[in-house]
């Protein structure tokens, strides 16, 4: 396993780390124990979590630009987990408001020594942070209008949102009310994953650049 997940960390082009690489092996350990019990995700085995989970998170990474990230209805801890790990000096906030998921992410953190990371158990329209975020990020949760609606009062000015979909959701483009006009769309090419992936992202109002 740790083999296939240090062949698609050089396939996405990142810089060699073992610490990184060896995490994420555990943390697909952790997930694969906790699912035969608990159902955390419906991917079952550890192989295609590596693909489906972490390189599928792990791809989103030149889009990251901040100290800070909330992950929103972040499920086991994606991607924000796997984000966590290969970026250290990030702060990550995991959302999330089912219970079981919420207990996982917690035992990850503890077990992974993640220092980095907080995990927050509240529903995504009840979260009043102390603090904004320069990044928001979700990885296909609910729809481009109602995350944004949701969520936009949490970035800084100048913050980044991003949200994690398989194909282009054309429906959804059409329907957000706010930032349209500033919608970038990427195509994700995920190692060993044949599927289609796509990020769409947008800068709130402020100084920051609109280029990634």
Do not use: C
């Amino acid at each position: 396993m740790e083999n296939d997940i240090l062949e698609g960390w050089d396939a996405l082009g990142l810089a060699p780390d073992a610490t990184a690489v060896a995490r994420l092996a555990a943390l697909v350990r952790l997930l694969d124990k906790w699912n035969r019990v608990t159902n955390l995700t419906a991917v079952r085995d550890p192989q295609a979590m590596v693909t489906r989970h972490i390189l599928d998170s792990l791809v989103v990474l030149p889009y990251i630009k901040g100290d800070s990230l909330l992950d929103v209805g972040t499920g086991a801890g994606l991607p924000g987990l796997p984000l966590a790990i290969a970026h250290p000096q990030l702060a990550v906030t995991l959302l999330d408001s089912n219970a079981k998921k919420v207990r996982f992410a917690r035992q990850a953190v503890a077990e992974l020594g993640l220092d980095n990371v907080e995990v927050v158990h509240a529903r995504m329209q009840e979260y009043q942070p102390t603090r904004s975020f320069a990044m928001v990020i979700s990885r296909a949760v609910a729809s481009l209008d109602e995350l944004y609606r949701q969520t936009a009062h949490l970035l800084r000015p100048g913050g980044r949102m991003l949200f994690m979909k398989g194909s282009v959701p054309e429906q959804e483009i059409n329907a957000l009310q706010d930032g349209r006009a500033g919608l970038h769309i990427e195509r994700l090419n995920v190692p060993g994953l044949a599927a289609e992936r796509h990020l769409l992202w947008l800068e709130t109002r402020g100084e920051s650049s609109t280029t990634a």
